[in-house]
């Protein structure tokens, strides 16, 4: 059995705090005569071999084996200012744990002759198997190894499934990584993986950098990539979200938007909470602008010498998909944007209203197609949206088919139409033009059993008109179980 000493006061107030207490002290080598020092043995622990260790063990101590029974061996490990008793058989499941005991078994000859007491023989005294003891110190130098995640790290030898809190996992994590725990580390993994969420997204992801753990790199990076604008943008939590991987999902050709704006306020209050460390709560939208118009007239935010460097993390937007004039005022009136940014979409604008809804400068489908999403949840049974882009009207529409099965599209609308929102045409823009040609993509991804399914329609160019079959795009048509779908329809109106 696994049984951990009595602790000192202050031990055990370290503990209390909590898995995620960044004050463990290593401790000091405390070794007896039959101990080892373990400065060297974590340098390379990528060096550190099972089946070595185990091939080792079996040539060396073959004959010690016999006389001293594996299970009657008692091997103390003192680490984190708590001593632990092992047993050899579960041991060897760590390799670090394995080369420490290796090597204070071949440095000691000491053993330990015990008696039982009298049996009901009359007071026959027998003799029980040699008894082996020694003492191994380990020293760990990660603040993320934790003694709760420690301790649950070495109850994992004893037992195949130990239950896991998400909230420790991250030291266990860690604890495994030092033990050289190979199956407790994936199962750490996994769990992270299936557990993502705004709270921890930031944690887990550097954990997969620190570690070098792709796999989890990968889902962290997918996650942020779909739930960046539906909940990293009303969560406190934005602010952790490191620039680097902020960086890497603005750039994805998958990432999910509700719209253009959507993502600029996103990015826009990213900045913000990073300004003001200690708010902790989410501000509304117009005391967000408000704050940003009240800095400095002299030159607009991203162009004084501190904030430079967040210059290609607003590059990476698509500003040209903001087509609303009271929201370009916005941000001209804020003075975050250099105003040639502002002033060239603007011309842009005008030109593609002049040209009867061309995008010129848009050429590049993948970094430069105007992106709107709906999020599709599974108690929907049909859910639509209305967009407007240079005085052309698209209706965006999912359909739930049955419990797994579900359909989407787009389709052109007449701003006559029979309960045609006004809002959507306030400010008078309509294009009397017949047809409309369009290049357009529909894409659909779920989350089923950690892996993410993807369908689309592929690039498709295609001319809308008002009537017929002819005003519906190709109908994208999913079947999966997971849910939300987050589905993006992207397009761009090519030179016609």
Known sequence: MLERSRVSTSD??????????????????????????????????????????????????????????????????????FKWELHPPQLFQSETLSKLYLAALKGSSVREAVQLPPGPSGGRRVERSLVKKMVISLKINDPQVTKIGFATALKNLYLSQV?????????????????????????????????????????????????????????????????????????????????????????????????????????????????????????????MLTFFHSLSKKTCFLDQE??????PLFLSLRLHGITEGKDLDTLRRINFFPEPWLLQVTANHYHSVECGGDMVPARDFDTQAVRFGLLFSQECTTY????????????????RNDATSYSFYMQRMKHTDTEFPSSVCEYGLVSLRAERLVKYEIRAQALVDSQWQEFSTGQIVQKFRFAGRTCKSQVLKVQTVGSPIYVSFSFIFPVS
């Open 163 to 287: 239950d896991m809190n998400l909230d420790d996992v991250l030291g266990v994590l860690a604890s495994a990584r030092v033990l050289r725990f190979g199956s407790l580390f994936q199962r750490c993994v996994a769990m992270m993986v299936d557990g993502l969420s705004p709270s921890n997204i930031t944690n887990f992801y550097l954990a997969g950098c620190k570690y070098k753990e792709e796999p989890l790199i990968a889902a962290c990076e997918k996650w942020l990539e779909m739930n960046l604008v539906p909940q990293m943008g009303r969560q406190i939590h934005l602010r952790k979200i490191p620039k680097n991987l902020l960086q890497k999902v603005l750039m994805s050709p998958r990432l999910f938007t509700l719209s253009e704006l959507h993502l600029l306020k996103t990015l826009l209050l990213w900045v913000y909470l990073h300004l003001n460390h200690r708010t902790r709560a989410i501000p509304e939208y117009e005391a």
């Open 12 to 81: 055990e107030r370290l503990r209390n705090r909590g898995p995620f207490s960044r004050d463990l002290q290593a401790v000091s080598p405390m070794c007896s005569s039959t101990g080892t020092e373990s400065d060297g043995t974590l340098k390379d622990p990528d060096r550190l071999s099972t089946p070595k260790v185990q091939n080792k063990f079996s040539e060396n101590l073959k004959d010690k084996a016999k006389a001293i029974p594996s299970r009657d061996t008692v091997v103390t490990l003192e680490c984190l200012g």
């Open 306 to 311: 501190e904030e430079r460097s967040l210059i």
């Open 384 to 399: 639509s949206k209305l967009i407007a882009v240079y005085g052309f009207f698209f209706e965006i529409k999912g359909i």
